[in-house]
């Protein structure tokens, strides 16, 4: 069980080096020939995904590159005009744009803590031997499996201004307010139910996640701690949570990822960055400006924005994220 | 996935090794975008998608069209029209009669019809255009013509259809207008439309107000006396910001976007008749007579409309057929905006195009079906579903639906929004505006002065 | 069982949490279920209803006899499930060899396949469009698959790696001293035991593949070759949405999920216990 821990750790950690430069000319010769052998294998195994991968993922990355550094006509490509850098440059300037960044970036902060904290709270209480444990994950699976299209809708249409759920539930049952409240009219409150539907579809999934790493963890090391008296407060916080590490650190760089690239809850909910713009996330007006405004080098350039931000974004998180686990 | 790796591995001792194999492989795929990329650039491409999914090289052929739309070929081989469209579901049930009716007459044409929501309709089209895997003809919004002309995706019409100008001839010159871009006309009106006033009587009834109002000073009074926000009841909803909501009332107190000749919008946008129709929404707004769901997120207008809470709303000769099908108790009731200080009416012009795309391969064909979608044959088939005809010659026509005489009349005096590529954007500019002055933020006076500077960028 | 005055209270706590979130969970849920049982006319009820006052069937009657919507479900079907299958084996085989394989430029190219967790899915569509139309893969449900397979490999076979690493090295070690091949070890010895990784991975793919929309909504144009997510956009309208119906096709496109799901789930306790999680 250790190695689950320390392989994921090598697996988040650097290339494992192994470079042949000290070993004696004879030694050097056999390693050499093992390795050969070794990467043909791994070339046979990795064949078939990375055809795939090549043609429909990283081609079409490149391609899209291009497009980013033109006015791209996207009927007649070659009457494409060369505009460098303006694309970007565009976008940076862009206070639209800078506000999509800004809604993007509080997306991702409020609902990736959110659905960890929550889902791998809801995990522990499922990993334990009580009733009914397979009709919770049902429940709470839900919502995973309902797609985005649907939930979305069905979010817009509890937070509907006039006698949706939402308002019945706050202003007749619970008496919070005494006015139905116009969530998707305001450029801050419509975020209340896009938020709470990231949340609320994510719970599920992440709880799934952390069930299988909390599995992994044998009971032994828990039993071991109940005996020696720990509370079950510092059982979770110095044995289960630490040995967790690994699916945590998934879970975060995932997380965080989805969110930065969420878009269809906002597109439906807000009809694309209503009212006035404010509401934008990064790919909504993405998406706008594409398919909208038939602007595919400026949706290029917005897209590589993404793609630097998020892939910064992860490579820090691992870095954060990547400290040994100490047993 | 097992034959193939073990093929691999030992097929791969003599070869290279994976720094190499690994650069070989991405400068292949590499190469193969690039060119993949440059072919399809390439508008000559002979193949279309037929029905078994099989790529097939269709021959070209001649054809003559005559006016009522039947076709002599000299040659009778096969073809397939591809036609796009966005219609409801009872328009779509109709086309199949229009579509039978066709290939009756034209035994060699089989025509395929597909269907699409309209929000995801131009995504669909660019994307397949953009592939060489376009339609042959779509029936697209009145706005997007002048779109996807200037992008080179639209067959000129003029000078090469045949019996072109009999049909240009017999049908309305508004709609008309609205295919033409830079000179030419890149699609012809397959139907019209434009939005009159809907009055829900059981609600005027029960207030005591005997029937629609015909000014517009009496339609904001009456808004008010309808309106009762606190159990979320409104004289008047609108089903959003966007421009052809609040057009019609803007329109009819005479308001402009830009010059006739499209030059400027300073003056327009912000003249004295735009900004006082924008002022009658915003008080309406602020005094509680104008729904707040046009900020979005509220029960949408016909649901509220036929349910009593939007006592008026502004919308068009399809609520018939929706109604009928949603709300089979609902009675529907019409009447021309109303009049504004003058006495005049207006409303705003919408419909649909039917347009051929410039890397058609069957465009005879396609062509021969864009003329019978005109004839009045076709027109009269689909009306009967409440999609108003375009050719002047069907006014009056016993067939046509009692309820088109209001709709008719109001298109004498209904205007068309700015006919130019960037409308969208243009839409935008003052949707914005709209908003911004239903928030407070500024007054119609300030949101639009901001909107006709945004405007006059785009006309550059 | 004899239980601690504590451990009946804790036991207490985590149902009465474990139900307060599932009442959570299910509420929009209910009330979908609830408004695609209401006719239009009482969709926008104030005060809003959570059981229709009368429930009708006409909303399934008609999302279900609308269009296709038969042929939709079987092409989703097909499509998500080929597409799951060829996921599982390609992911599996390509973090076997990144788990277990020594060789030149591993992480670098680990990394590259990372870009393609990151990437917006959006911003390949054209490209992607053109690949497939000159590989004649458009209006086909293969052209589907490949994409469905392409986007979910990276994600995939970054969860299988840490799970192919978890498994002890002497097992294989063992089996390689027997003879056995490296396939015979990836095949027999470590893909059994990562079961769990495996069902997670299936789950995942097979939920991607059922709800995916861009792609499918450019690649695809004949009816005959729809999927559902596409059927039920056509729902929305223009003019008037019939929520009912929306909500109505929305919940049978969700039913098989759901099985799966269920089915899979099973799976994954017992493929717990195989492992031996206990010892």
């Known amino acids: ?327 | 996935m097992t034959v193939t790796s073990q093929t691999i591995s030992k097929g791969g001792d003599e070869a290279m090794t994976t720094s190499k194999l690994c650069t070989r492989f991405i400068a292949l795929c590499a190469v193969l975008m690039l060119v993949g990329a440059a072919c399809s650039s390439d508008s000559g491409d002979a193949t279309t998608t037929t029905a078994d999914g099989s790529g097939t090289t269709v021959p070209t052929e001649t054809t003559t069209t005559s006016g009522d739309g039947t076709t002599t070929t000299a040659s009778a081989e096969p073809q397939t029209v591809e036609y796009w469209h966005t219609m409801s579901d009872p328009e779509t049930a109709q086309l199949e009669a229009v579509v039978a009716a066709f290939e009756a007459a034209n035994p060699h044409i089989t025509v395929e019809t597909t269907r699409f929501a309209y929000d995801d309709f131009k995504a669909a089209l660019l994307t397949a255009l953009a592939g060489g895997e376009g339609p042959d003809t779509a029936r697209m919004d009145i706005i997007w013509v002048p779109e996807f002309a200037e992008l080179g995706a639209l067959q000129q019409l003029d000078g090469v259809m045949p019996g072109f100008d009999d049909i240009a001839d017999s049908v309305f010159p508004g709609p008309l207008a609205t295919n033409h871009w830079d000179g030419h006309y890149y699609g012809l009106p397959q139907n019209t439309n434009t939005q009159v006033l809907l009055w829900n009587k059981s609600v005027f009834t029960e207030a005591g107000v005997d029937g629609p109002p015909e000014t517009l000073e009496e339609f904001a009074s009456v808004a008010c006396d309808l309106s009762n926000p606190s159990d979320e009841e409104y004289g008047f909803a609108l089903g959003g910001t966007y421009f052809w909501a609040p057009a019609p009332v803007f329109y009819a107190m005479g308001g402009q976007v830009v010059d006739n000749a499209i030059t400027t919008a300073t003056g327009y946008v912000n003249g004295a008749a735009s900004v006082a129709a924008f002022e009658m929404l915003n008080d309406l707004y602020a005094d509680g007579c104008l729904s707040p769901n046009l900020l979005g997120g509220g029960i949408g207008t016909a649901d509220g409309h036929a349910t009593g809470l939007y006592a008026m709303i502004t919308d068009g000769p399809w609520m018939v057929d929706i109604y009928a099908g949603n709300y089979p108790d609902f009675e529907v009731n019409f009447s021309l905006v109303p009049a504004n200080g003058s006495g005049s009416t207006s409303s705003v012009v919408g419909g649909e195009d039917v347009v051929v795309f410039a890397d058609s391969d069957a465009s005879d064909a396609a062509m021969a079906w864009t003329a019978y979608l005109m004839s009045a044959e076709a027109q009269k088939t689909m009306a009967e579903v409440g999609v108003i005809p375009t050719r002047a010659d069907l006014i009056g026509d016993p067939d046509l639906p009692d309820y088109f005489g209001v709709f008719l009349e109001q298109l004498t005096t209904a205007q068309a929004r700015v006919p130019h590529p960037q409308w969208g954007d243009m839409d935008n500019a003052i949707n914005n505006a709209f908003q911004r002055m239903l928030n407070g933020e500024q007054t119609p006076q300030e949101a639009l002065d901001q909107a006709a500077d945004e405007i006059n960028d785009l006309l550059g | 069982m004899r239980m601690s005055t504590g451990k009946r209270i804790s036991r207490i706590a985590s149902y009465t949490l474990l139900s307060l979130g599932a009442l959570a969970m299910i509420l929009p849920f209910w009330y979908m279920v609830a408004t695609s049982l209401k006719p239009q006319a009482f969709i926008f009820e104030i005060p809003p209803r959570l059981w229709p006052s009368e429930a009708t069937i006409s909303n399934y009657v008609e999302a279900l006899t609308k269009d296709s919507f038969g042929v939709y479900f079987l092409n989703s079907l097909i499509v998500a499930l080929v597409s799951t299958g060829a996921t599982v084996a390609v992911s599996a085989m390509m973090a076997f060899a990144f788990a277990r394989f020594e060789f030149r430029w591993k992480e670098p190219i680990f990394y590259t396949l990372l870009l393609g967790m990151m990437i917006p899915p959006v911003m390949l569509i054209i490209p992607q469009f053109i690949v497939a139309k000159n590989l004649h893969l458009l209006d086909s449900l293969v052209g589907l698959i490949v994409v469905y397979v392409a986007m979910n490999l990276a994600v995939q076979t970054f969860l299988l790696r840490g799970f192919f690493e978890g498994i002890p090295r002497s097992l294989e070690e063992a089996a390689t001293i027997d003879g056995a091949s490296r396939w015979q070890t990836f095949w027999h010895v470590a893909l059994p035991l990562v079961r769990p990784g495996l069902a997670v991975v299936a789950i995942f793919t097979f939920l991607y593949s059922w709800d995916e929309f861009p792609w499918a909504h450019v690649a695809i144009r004949e009816t005959s070759k729809r999927t559902l997510p596409i059927g039920i956009a056509l729902f929305q309208s223009e003019h008037l949405t019939e929520w009912g119906q929306v909500f109505a096709a929305s919940i049978v496109a969700v039913v098989p999920v759901i099985a799966v799901f269920v089915i899979f789930q099973r799976y994954f306790i017992r493929g717990d216990v195989n492992s031996g999680t206990k010892g």
């Open chain 1, 1 to 327: 069980m250790r190695s689950t821990i320390s392989s994921a750790e090598s697996r988040i950690g650097e290339a494992a080096p192994h470079t042949g430069g000290q070993l004696p000319a004879a030694h050097r010769r056999t390693r050499e020939r093992r390795n050969y052998r070794s990467t043909l294998a791994a070339a046979a195994f990795l064949l078939p995904g990375f055809l795939l991968f090549f043609l429909f993922v990283l081609g079409p990355l490149v391609f899209s590159f291009r497009i980013s550094f033109y006015d791209w006509n996207i009927i007649n490509s070659e009457l494409s005009e060369w505009v460098g850098l303006e694309n970007y440059t565009r976008a940076l300037g862009d206070p639209v744009f800078r506000r999509a960044v800004i809604n993007t970036i509080a997306y991702t902060v409020v609902t990736v803590p959110a659905q960890i904290i929550l889902g791998v709270g809801v995990a522990i209480l499922l990993n334990q031997a009580i009733r009914g444990r397979s009709f919770y994950r049902v429940i709470y699976y839900l919502p995973v499996i309902t797609p985005w299209v649907i939930v979305s809708l069905v979010f817009e249409f509890i937070f509907v201004g006039q006698g949706g759920l939402a308002n019945y539930l706050l202003k007749d049952v619970l008496h919070v307010t005494s006015e139905n409240i116009r969530w998707l009219a305001h450029p801050i409150l419509t975020f209340v139910p896009i938020f709470l539907l990231g949340i609320w579809k994510g719970i599920g999934w992440t709880a799934i996640i952390a069930l299988a790493g909390l599995q992994s963890i044998p009971a032994a090391y828990e039993e071991a701690a109940a005996v020696d008296g720990a509370t079950a407060w510092n059982r979770l916080r110095y044995i289960t949570l630490p040995l967790l590490r690994p699916t945590l650190t998934f879970l975060t760089v995932v997380l965080t990822i989805g969110g930065l690239n969420a878009y269809i809850s906002n597109l439906l909910i807000t009809n694309g960055g209503d009212p006035q713009d404010k509401t934008h996330f990064i790919l909504t007006l993405m998406y706008e400006a594409t398919f909208e405004g038939l602007d595919f080098g400026y949706g290029a350039a917005i897209s590589y924005l993404l793609t630097a931000f998020v892939l910064g974004m992860s490579v820090i998180q691992l870095r954060l994220l990547r400290k040994k686990v100490e047993l």
